[in-house]
């Protein structure tokens, strides 16, 4: 690695270091008063076919942490809109209502300090940015019933490690472009395509730290087709071989 290219993940590091001390700055006991009977007057939504799709989030919401109600009405959450908490600098942490089962384009972009996110189990779309630019997210687990990762979902996050769950055919343009810290990547054999610049400027894993493997734990993805997405590392790493 060149020297310009550590000096500036110094640079970046020592930000982000900064940024998750005055995340721990909110307490547990903060964190614990959510008033669930009284959070949904926070939330902008529609009701169609008896079901609720979020569409905005107050931010006059008084606590860093959010949880969200599984149905508003007495009809169940099963989208989050477009947009609907794009840039909500207090954002500290969302559980996503259970029954969600799609997540809208950008729907969180610019939640600069959202450091975790609960995915619900029947999750199954998450659209074009729908976590890009949330430079706090260190790690998220997507479910197994997660088909669809939009362009740029990721973009520009924290993330230090991804599953990519085994129903993902296409890993889609720019999808973990520029997430900075990201060495570890678990790609399974159903993925058939992966699309340009997908992983471009992972500099940890530009460095070689990037442990990139298959569900067969004999078969790495090739190195061609991660040079052609901008993830390059000198060696791969077979992990149980």
């Known amino acids: 690695m060149s020297d310009k290219i550590s000096k500036f993940l110094n640079q970046i590091k020592k930000k982000r270091k900064i940024a998750r ?48 109600p599984n149905t508003i009405k007495g009809y ?11 840039e909500n600098k207090s954002l500290r942490f969302i559980a996503i209502s259970e029954g969600v ?9 610019g939640c600069g300090w959202l450091y975790e996110v609960i995915l619900p189990e029947k999750l199954i779309t998450i659209e074009k940015g729908a976590f890009s630019w949330c430079g706090a997210l260190r790690e998220i687990v997507l ?47 159903s993925v058939v395509h992966i699309e340009e610049d997908a992983f471009a400027g992972c500099l940890e894993a530009t460095a070689g730290g990037a442990a990139v493997l298959g569900e067969d734990k004999y078969q790495c993805v090739k190195r061609e087709l991660l040079e052609e997405t901008g993830l390059y590392c000198e060696e791969f790493e077979e992990i149980g071989s």
């Open 21 to 68: 001390k005055e995340l721990g700055s909110v307490s547990k006991k903060e964190q614990e008063k959510i008033p669930d009977e009284e959070i949904e007057e926070y939330f902008s939504y529609i009701i169609q076919d008896d079901e609720v799709c979020i569409t905005g989030f107050s931010s006059d919401y008084p606590w860093k942490k959010v949880k969200m």
């Open 76 to 86: 169940p959450i099963t989208s989050i809109g477009d947009r609907a908490f794009v």
């Open 101 to 109: 089962t799609r997540i809208g384009e950008e729907a969180f972009q």
């Open 143 to 189: 479910p197994n019933t997660v088909t669809k990762i939009g362009e740029e979902a990721f973009f520009g996050c924290d993330l230090y490690n991804i599953n990519i769950p085994e129903g993902v055919v296409n890993i889609e343009k720019a999808v973990f472009s520029d997430c900075w810290e990201l060495r570890w990547i678990k790609i399974p054999k």
